[in-house]
C-alpha cells in the first residue's frame, strides 16, 4: 500500500469515527434549549443559580409533553421557562388575576403579563385563566393537568387562601397529577401568626393544607434551600437579593446571603 493511500484510508477512517461520535451526542432536551433560549434576559438567567429550574422542574417530573397550570405568574421568569419548554408537545395555563378593569395590582399585574405573552412567538400557545385569590377558581378544565406549580406565593395567600388554592389545584389535576410548591420558608423556631408580613412561610403548615386538600406528600427536596438565610431580617425576606428592600444599607451582607431558603415539596392527587 502506497503512503498516499495509507492517509487516505486513515483519513477515512477518522472521519467515520468521528461522525459516529458526534451521532451518538443527544439533543440539548426542549427544557434545556428554553433555558438558553435568546428571549430569556440575561439578568432572569442569572437568577439560575438561586432559582434551580431545571432542577426544580426535573424534581416535580416535568416532561414537555405535559398539561401544566402555573398559579399566579407574576413577571413570568418562570412562564419564559414554561412556555418554551412546552411549544408544540404540551399545554400551558398561567392562571392569574383577572382584569377587572380596576388601577390596583391585581388587574395591573394581568396587563403586564398580556403584554409580556404579546410579545414573542414564544409565548403564542400559553392560555390564560382566571384565578381569585380565596375564591374557588377553575385553573384549568377540570382532571386535564398533569403539573401545577406555585412558586414563591403561599405567603400571599396566607392559611384560608393556600387551603383554597390546593382545593382548586386538585381539581384541575388528572389522578396521579403533581402538585410542585417552592415556597420561602420559615424556620420553625418562629411564630407564623407573628410573622405573617415577613414573606415566609412554615413547611409544616404548608404540608397540613395539602394533606387536607387531598394530597399525599410525595417527596421533598434541598434544591432551593439556603442555611445562610436565618428569615430574620428587617424587611421580611425583601431585604434579600433580588430586591434588596435597604438600597445600599448592609447591601454585601444580603448579597452575601443570597436569596431565602426555600422549601421544595411535591405532592400527588
Known amino acids: 500500500m502506497t503512503t498516499l493511500t495509507k492517509l487516505l484510508t486513515a483519513s477515512i477512517i477518522s472521519a467515520s469515527l468521528l461522525t459516529a461520535c458526534v451521532s451518538t451526542i443527544p439533543e440539548p432536551s426542549q427544557l434545556t434549549q428554553a433555558l438558553a433560549g435568546e428571549h430569556r434576559s440575561d439578568k432572569n438567567k442569572a437568577r439560575d443559580m438561586y432559582r434551580h429550574p431545571k432542577e426544580t422542574l426535573e424534581f416535580f417530573g416535568f416532561n414537555p409533553s405535559m398539561t401544566v397550570v402555573e398559579l399566579t405568574p407574576g413577571g413570568g421568569w418562570y412562564t419564559e421557562i414554561l412556555a418554551a419548554a412546552l411549544k408544540g408537545k404540551g399545554k400551558l395555563y398561567g392562571a392569574h388575576y383577572p382584569d377587572t378593569g380596576e388601577d390596583n395590582y391585581y388587574s395591573n399585574s394581568r396587563k403586564k403579563l398580556e403584554q409580556k405573552l404579546a410579545s414573542n412567538d414564544i409565548y403564542s ?3 390564560l385563566t382566571n384565578f381569585v385569590p380565596r375564591q374557588e377558581s377553575t385553573l384549568a378544565p377540570k382532571g386535564t393537568a398533569d403539573l401545577v406549580l406555585t412558586f414563591r406565593n403561599l405567603h400571599n395567600w396566607k392559611e384560608d387562601g393556600t387551603l383554597q ?8 389535576l388528572k389522578k396521579g397529577g403533581v402538585l410542585g410548591v417552592v415556597e420561602h420558608r420559615m424556620p420553625e423556631s418562629q411564630n407564623f401568626s407573628e410573622n405573617m408580613s415577613s414573606g415566609y412561610f412554615p413547611e409544616a403548615l ?7 386538600a387531598g394530597f399525599t406528600l410525595a417527596d ?4 432551593n434551600a439556603n442555611p445562610k438565610d436565618s428569615a430574620k431580617h428587617p424587611k421580611g425576606v425583601w431585604t434579600l437579593p433580588p430586591v434588596l428592600r435597604l438600597g ?7 448579597l452575601a446571603i443570597g436569596e431565602s431558603d426555600r422549601m421544595t415539596l411535591k405532592f400527588i392527587k
Open 125 to 127: 400557545e400559553v392560555e
Open 220 to 223: 421533598s427536596s434541598d434544591i
Open 206 to 212: 404548608a404540608v397540613k393544607l395539602a394533606l387536607e
Open 165 to 172: 388554592v390546593f382545593k382548586d389545584a386538585y381539581t384541575a
Open 248 to 254: 445600599d444599607e448592609d447591601k454585601e451582607k444580603y
